[in-house]
């Protein structure tokens, strides 16, 4: 099931995305998305609709460095832990809004990454039965200011500001992450063109050293990592991060 958050001609509401290819419908959904959802009866064509975030993450835990030539890209050694760092939820954007370059930075860089939605949660999950806490699977480009993660020594200025963190199209219930293929295109040339195999530290081992350090809640985002490829984003560009079987999550790109 592919779950979306839609503004519609009355307001706001939950979807599922139903159809193929360019023939996709919005169906309203009553009630809890996550749980056992309902219909209202309404729907509408996509195109009719607009998609925004499809939610809003309580908490959005990353990983660096989780292939190994993007390590290499910035002649980093690959971490034998995964590497870790946090997002603020203020830095969520959906598809087609404009990620914000802010003045404080001259190199604001796309990363293009496959997204894991925290269903059951919990602590201290083992790798063993990880996938039982999974709701679905997102896409997100885990923007960040390259010249200020360098100069800071950390990461969360960098990669907190405001509209650094756009997820979508909409959450897919029904997807298997182990070997799909990510890519990510600016201005339709293709800059990142990877696969999720080759991920360092695979979902399950993340999702239980994760939860070995903080407990994972419901709707927590854990971003897996970006392959190669990474470059700057100019204002008046537009970058789209797509992988296979999920679509594609597209954004504009404008000054602050």
Not at 11 to 26: C, K, M, P, Q, V
Not at 159 to 187: N, Q
Not at 216 to 237: F, H, K, M, N, S
Request: with cysteine; net charge negative; hydrophobic share 40%.
């Amino acid at each position: 099931m592919r779950i979306a958050r839609i503004a519609q001609p009355n307001g706001l509401a939950f979807a599922s995305i139903e159809g193929d290819g360019d023939d996709l419908t919005a169906v309203e959904i009553a009630d809890d998305p996550f749980a056992n959802p309902t219909f209202t009866g309404r729907r509408w064509p996509l195109a009719d609709v607009r998609l925004l975030a499809p939610f809003l993450p309580p908490k959005i835990v990353c990983i660096g460095r989780n292939y190994a030539e993007h390590a290499a890209e910035f002649g980093h050694e690959v971490p034998a832990d995964p590497l870790m760092f946090l997002k603020p939820n203020t830095a969520v954007i959906g598809p087609n809004a404009d990620i914000k370059l802010p003045a404080a930075s001259e190199r604001v860089d796309f990363e293009g990454e496959l997204a894991v939605v925290i269903g059951v949660g919990g602590r201290d999950i083992p790798a063993s039965r990880a996938r039982q806490s999974v709701l679905g699977y997102t896409i997100a480009n885990d923007v960040t200011a390259r010249d200020l993660q360098e100069s800071d020594g950390q990461w969360t200025r960098a990669k907190g500001f405001d509209t650094f963190c756009p997820l979508g199209p909409w959450v897919e219930t029904d997807f298997d992450p182990s070997d799909v293929a990510i890519r990510t295109e600016l201005d339709g040339v293709v800059a990142q063109d990877s696969r999720t195999s080759l991920l360092l530290h695979d979902i399950p081992e993340l999702i239980e050293y994760i939860s070995a350090v903080m407990t994972l809640r419901p709707l927590d985002v854990i971003l897996t990592g970006t392959p190669a490829g990474v470059g700057p984003l100019r204002a008046g560009q537009t970058v789209s991060v797509t992988v296979e079987g999920l679509g594609t999550l597209t954004n504009t790109v404008t000054d602050r």
